[in-house]
């Protein structure tokens, strides 16, 4: 009945020459694989993972999908991608447990409720279903909830957006491997890139940890957390903070939360897994690294505004927590360039913590700009050259805190 | 069920009868049980059903390493009833059952196995894609252990952070050897143990220590030294949860029934870390190697020894290590009948132990393993097979004791990113890369010998005193001679799985998974650890490591068959032991700023809101329109606490050029008796505060900033002149001042009945700054600002005076109809003067030319200021977001305002409202809105689309700002 | 993971009393002649460096002093 345990995606040798090499094992780079394949006829290509796949954000982070962003431009690729989940799992024949259980923003304020305004109504006009909600219907839809005022913070109220909802990030991750595997994209893991050769501002070929060198006209720098470093191998810099980020879960529980509920004030978010554990991420610790060590203050702080906004938590255990990579940009905004400034150099990269919804629909449009070197309209926001010409995008309204200064 | 009452060994008190509620049963149990340990007594052998395939569960630890005996206990759902203290009148239920777990209905799951191979829900139920939510409803109900209690209160949640010398992770004999050689060199100890008393596994064990005191004596003699040291603090029942960078740890300890709380959650920080967390057993895989009546040797023998519970009447062993054949010998001695103890190890074992064995009628079997366990609910008989898999024996049995071997608890080890190595001497993962000061001791290192533990455990101890400066060379040096003449480690078997069919073979209890899942995820190309436990989920359930942490690698190696590729282990993240949310919690932390009239305010019936750490004052009656608040402002005087301002003083030879620096205005204008009003930006020139400045003296400025910046202007100012070295003092006075607004047409009036200066228009204009005294004796800082709108004098007076100054203002303006207004009112006011709140009407984009105050900004490259690039660079950028004011016009409603938040649309977004109100004094409805540049002009009509508007649109009408006393007269009065 | 940072005037201290001030980029550049490329380098881009690299800290909960340290950003430990 079950069939015979294929390998979902293939072993192959490493070959001297690709038409198009992918640095970073993770969702955008596999993603994009799979479209310049699917959509483009571009098979010859390799994924190259300097671990295994799946070992940075793509299997760390907590699979959130929403679209109801703050700026149009986000707004329209963030609508695309949430209704690309269903297509894949089809398409792919691989069931990424898409949970389309609606998320709750709570708000806090007077004000945090006019910020709500303005994306429920952004939404709304683009035909995507969001609406404000008072204190009264946030405890409808997660009776948990405490709406009185004890709270440090009372519940004013929110926005639900009930199309968005959550997956299981891994799975994602080996469903879009085994579809882009199965059309003859080659996946590699364990392969380091070491360095990149550019001759007249033009890429030529990268080499790896074991000193093989690989030609290619095209290379895409989709290294998550690690961009910057990849980067920096073709001479460039990049408007990007890398900060550790922590995330944990609880014990696996009968269904009780049913939404994804999140709060800006209290930094936390919370969804039940199909699993049945309470997943949950925090903020970043303030400085960069590349180390995805915990720390002690984060799951405390996790405990402290998760039990005050649910009391009932307080008898939930805490089993697991961990770290990944988010490769912060000052505005919140990811990092999209190709041929810029490097001939065939492209750059996905810059998400944040926005890297897992947006996945698939950017490597979508990533692999027409591989494919036809022109970026498509969508993607055209992004370009790194928005900083030199003070033209942030507007996602976030404050100062982002991260970074050097702000 | 009959106790052992004379064991020297006991931890309970037979004659303390305490009861507890089983699944509406009552039973008794007695003092020093676990609540596990008082089922068993009462015949409970099944005590849960496993999360996929329901199959009975019963006790097989007594450390907490799996979910199998997870019960709902006083509420909270998942709870270790084999680490949970008994106390009188606990309610105890089964969970994840329809029925009983003796009689489950969902029992037939486990004929279902073959349908639910790894990754299984990843391959099914999304086609047709219409069925998935289906499919998922049932999938959500099936997963999941424990409901959650809605309404769970608990108890006391204590915490406790710690600075201390050495920590020391385990009391067992290394952690008490090495915490005591460490306290002996004068420093000051913390050690944790998990269990509720010291000893580790010494503790139970009649074994001989040296030829006259056995192992549990020596435990009780270690242990009263520690207690009665005075350098040392000991935290026994105390979980580890993490071991973090710098020699941080955390952990929970578990109140006892005479401690005030009920889990206290412990924060220690370290010079140095001795971990000595001893071993677990690695369990052997055999076909139904997790049916109840299986348990692993610690588990049965300390069933006999601590809680005086012989595990059956006929038990059969399977083990791999010289400890399953001392518990053997200690349980035939007790009573236990054991026909048969197979052995994996074809030699290496203690010839004692085997001569003993032979002397008491056990059959030994050098060579066998245990292959398959028979029975429906519960152990009846066992097949014990020889390890090549040629010869077969069976026995009828209520319980098989088995073990494969021992395995390290490294979790500490590895969360302090010490770096592993599968050794093959003991079958073990050791580290091999340590971080700095941190110093496993003891069995971690496979070390069995009882003296050659100690000595480890003693030299770690002088290691971290060591790291702590307090090196005794010497001795450290004695003891590594003497610990090579101690016995070594031991010798582990490698045997993964026994031979069998690998269907029923578990690896991990908590997630169901086999040998058979295992290998079908590494055909599908998981065949590394750490990819294969994520796809199989072994290893993520509650017990993470402990049950198939060192099995799981070794399968992975199996599969491989190649002996080139070393087994790699994966990772242990905190916390180690599932940790209640209240004990992380701790108590409630709702911590909060009071201005120094708070109390004034709050006579007054305030609505207070949480702004930052403040508490703020935002409406003075239920009537959110503010119509009177705002009236009285317009008409007579009103009051506002503005305290929570950010105030400075700037002083000192360099004072101008750091105001030079982040100021966007030229401060060299600055003077004494005036304010000036300037902004900050930041380097995107975008705006980040606004404020004024004076001068207070030669070189010396007093600045004020906005509620939002008070917490960080010290360093921006620092930060942005670190390279100078300039010679000024800045110093944070937000704390020190108080500050009240005065607004509002008679406020000139209010104030004179305080002072006799002269507050004339001539005297004191606006912007006017004066230091005077206030009823007498307040000193106050007086300014002439027109942030609202109106006549306004803004007083700062220190934080002592403030509240006498909110009283006096009050009575001396009660002829003129004074009335406190708050944060609405005063929104509503700046509005209609199109003043901006940075973060309202600003978003990171948005630069001072955006915002119409590109006037502020004063070249002055010689300064360097900050953002007067980017507003040199964006001066006249097109397509950008400008700052416009609007009011609302037909065919709408002109005194209907949109919400703040709506946004502006044609074909597409063009900007949003920021502001809106129906203003009484204008009576019409008007608001500040952020819009692409070209809808910008004055003029232009706007369509406005609030939420759930249905499409329908507002209308507006782009106007210039300000609304209100467009010529400003009414702040110059 | 907890950090530990030594500050000149305060000593060695947890990382969260501290703020972090990004990597050292030298002073602030003149502002005749900058390019806006020139200066997004300065405010906005970073070497991101893997290793040790010379960065700025302020003690917030202490003396209220910028300094520098050296950080190995892969182990998060303070180089001394």
Known sequence: ?406 | MNRLTHLPTLRIQPSKALSLTYNKKRLTGVEGDSVATALYANGIRIFSRSVKYHRPRGLYSLDGESSNCFMAVDGVPNTRTCTTLLKDGMTVNPQNVIGTPEHDWLFFLDYFGWAMPAGFYHRHFHRPYVLWPTFRKWIRKAAGFGNVSKNWEGGIYDELHLNTDVTVIGGGPAGMSAALAAANQGLRIVLIEGRPWLGGFFEYSPEPYTLDIPRYERARELAREIEKHPNIRWFCHTYLMGLYGNHQITAFQKGGEKDYFDERYIEVRSQSVVVATGCIERPLIFEHNERPGVMQVGCAHRLARTYGLLPGTKAVFSVGHDQGLEAALDLHQLGLKIPAVADIRFDGQNPDLVDRLNKSEIRYMRGWVAGKVYGHHQTSKITLRSTEGTREESYDCDVVVASAGHTPVSGPLIMAQAKLRFDLHTGFFLPHRLPGNVHPAGRLWGLTDPHAIECSGMMAGLKAAADCGAADDNRLKDLKEKLKELPGPERGTKLAISPGKPGKQFVCFDEDVTVKNIYQACDMGFDVPELNKRFTAAGTGPGQWGIPGHNLPLVISKYHADSTIPPMPTTIRPPMAPTLMATYAGKRHNIFKRTPAHEWQEKAHAIFRRVGVWKRARYFSKDYSCKTEIETVHQAVGIIDVSTLGKFRLFGPDALKALQRVYIGDMSTVKKGRVKYSAMCNDDGCLIDDGVVTLTAENDYYFTTSTGRAGTTVEWIRYHTRYDGWNFHLVNLTDAYGAINLAGPKARKVLSELTDDDLSNEAFPFTGYREMTLAGKIPARVMRLGFVGELSFEMHVSSSMTGYLWKCLMEAGKPFGIRPFGLEAQNVLRMQKGHVIIGQESEIRTTLHDLGMGGLWYKKPESKTVGAVALKQTKHQKDRLKLVGFKMVEPSDPKRAPKDGSIIVNDTIRGHVCTARYSFILNEAIGLALVEDKYAGIGTQLEIFEDGSDHQRLHAQVVKPPFYDIEGHRIRM | ?80
Not at chain 1, 5 to 22: E, G, N, Q, T
Not at chain 1, 283 to 298: C, F, I, K, L
Not at chain 1, 376 to 397: C, D, N, V, Y
């Open chain 1, 1 to 406: 009945m079950f069939g015979k345990y294929k390998r979902l995606w293939k072993k192959s040798r490493l070959k001297s020459s690709y038409d198009a090499v992918i640095i970073g094992g993770g969702l955008h780079g596999i993603s994009t694989a799979y479209f310049l394949a699917k959509n483009y006829g571009m098979t010859d290509v390799a994924i190259l993972e300097k671990r295994y796949i799946g070992f940075g954000g793509a299997g760390r982070n907590t699979a959130i999908v929403r679209a109801n962003q703050r700026t149009k431009e986000n707004l329209r690729l963030y609508d695309e991608g949430l209704k690309l989940w269903p297509k894949l799992m089809q398409e792919l024949d691989f069931n990424m447990l898409f949970f389309n259980c609606g998320n709750l923003n709570l708000a806090h304020s007077e004000a945090g409720m006019s910020a709500l305004r303005l994306q429920v109504a952004s939404a709304q006009f683009h035909g995507i279903q969001s609406e404000l909600v008072n204190a009264k219907q946030c405890k409808e839809l997660v009776p948990v909830l405490d709406i009185s005022d004890r709270l440090a913070f009372p519940i004013f109220g929110g926005m639900y957006h009930p199309p968005g909802g959550t997956l299981r990030p891994e799975s994602v991750l080996w469903g879009i491997a085994k579809g882009a595997s199965q059309k003859g994209v080659q996946i590699h893991q364990e392969t380091e890139v070491k360095s990149l050769e550019i001759k007249n501002n033009k890429v030529v070929s990268v080499k790896t940890g074991d000193g093989k060198k690989i030609h290619t006209p095209r290379v895409l720098n989709a290294a998550g957390g690690y961009s910057a470093l990849i980067a920096n191998m073709a001479g460039i810099r990049l408007p990007v903070d890398v900060l550790p980020i922590q995330a944990m879960v609880s014990q696996p529980l009968k269904p009780f939360l049913d939404h994804v509920v999140s709060s800006g004030v209290y930094h936390a978010y919370a969804n039940q897994s199909l699993k049945g554990e309470v997943v949950t991420g925090s903020h970043m610790d303030p400085w960069p690294g590349y180390t995805t060590q915990v720390t002690a203050r984060y799951i405390k702080h996790q405990a402290e505004a998760l039990t005050e906004l649910m009391p009932c938590l307080r008898g939930v255990k805490f089993m697991r927590t961990w770290g990944g990579l988010a490769d912060m940009t000052p505005d919140m905004a990811p990092i999209i360039d190709g041929n810029h400034p490097i001939d065939g150099f492209y750059i996905d990269c810059g998400w944040g913590y926005f890297g897992f919804k947006s996945a698939p629909v950017t490597g979508k449009y990533m692999a027409k700009f591989m494919a036809t070197g022109k970026c498509p309209e969508i993607l055209k926001p992004f370009t790194m050259k928005r900083f030199a010409q003070h033209r942030l995008s507007g996602e976030t309204a404050s100062p982002v805190n991260y970074g050097p200064w702000n």
């Open chain 3, 1 to 80: 993971m907890s950090l530990t940072i030594t500050c000149p005037i305060c000593g060695k201290r947890n990382g969260y009393e501290f703020r972090y001030g990004g990597q050292d980029k030298g002073p602030r550049p003149e502002e005749d002649g900058l390019t806006p490329e020139k200066w997004a380098e300065y405010v906005h881009l970073n070497e991101n460096t893997g290793g040790i690299q010379k960065e700025w800290w302020f003690h917030r909960s202490g003396c209220g002093l910028w300094f520098t340290i050296l950080r190995d950003t892969q182990t998060n430990q303070e180089i001394k």
